[in-house]
T-cell receptor
Framework: DAEITQSPRHKITETGRQVTLACHQT?????MFWYRQDLGHGLRLIHY???????NKGEVSDGYSVSRSNTEDLPLTLESAASSQTSVYFC?????????????FGEGSWLTVV | GQNIDQPTEMTATEGAIVQINCTYQ??????LFWYQQHAGEAPTFLSY??LDGLEEKGRFSSFLSRSKGYSYLLLKELQMKDSASYLC??????????WGAGTKLIIKP
């Protein structure tokens, strides 16, 4: 079955370190997204991509970057981790269907910055 | 600004019916989604409404009124496994999803 996987699932890192969260999907979807989810907030969009070599900033992009060198992968990099970036991160992908642009999520990556 | 409002928490009894409301103000409208999210897990797709009216899928139904900026998710014959957060999201004119903060549904025996 096609799927979307994230790694690592859990990570603890120190302030100032660079961290990369991997996201890999096998649906061949053009659209990929990174969200963070914090208590009291809805899912907030960090970056998104509509295809290879295309990347766009979302609502909360400061301190994060992404790259899209192929259809399957959209790694998220925290250039210099801060405690405010402690969160759960969800990667997602979508393709337009009869159910709209239904988004499918990966299992999530729990990041703690100490 | 764009805004999605839904209650923070609701409690219901096993076997009963519960309605979770969602109101929205967005720049344009290209559909409304409901997702279910169990604690510690990823959101999973429940329903999509783009036209006014009721969409039924088994025990779950979703209603949309575009003129009122309003939707609800109706869960019938509640089961303990329905304890989860329910997320409302609207796709705006730029095809971006705007998410509500979610409604935590607690089911009591």
């Amino acid at each position: 079955d096609a799927e979307i996987t994230q790694s690592p699932r859990h990570k603890i890192t120190e302030t100032g370190r660079q961290v990369t969260l991997a996201c890999h999907q096998t649906w061949n979807h053009n659209n990929m997204f990174w969200y963070r989810q914090d208590l009291g907030h809805g899912l907030r969009l960090i970056h998104y991509s509509y295809g290879v070599q295309d990347t766009n900033k979302g609502e909360v992009s400061d301190g994060y970057s992404v790259s899209r060198s192929n259809t399957e992968d959209l790694p998220l990099t925290l250039e210099s981790a801060a405690s405010s970036q402690t969160s759960v991160y969800f990667c997602a992908s979508s393709e337009k269907t009869d159910s709209g642009n239904t988004i499918y999520f990966g299992e999530g990556s729990w990041l703690t910055v100490v | 600004g764009q805004n999605i409002d839904q209650p923070t928490e609701m409690t219901a009894t096993e076997g009963a019916i519960v309605q979770i409301n969602c109101t929205y103000q967005t720049s344009g409208f290209n559909g409304l989604f409901w997702y279910q999210q169990h604690a510690g897990e990823a959101p999973t797709f429940l329903s999509y409404n783009v036209l006014d009216g009721l969409e039924e899928k088994g025990r779950f139904s979703s209603f949309l009124s575009r003129s009122k900026g309003y939707s609800y998710l109706l869960l019938k014959e509640l089961q303990m496994k329905d304890s989860a957060s329910y997320l409302c999201a609207v796709m705006d004119s730029n095809y971006q999803l705007i998410w509500g903060a979610g409604t935590k549904l607690i089911i009591k025996p």
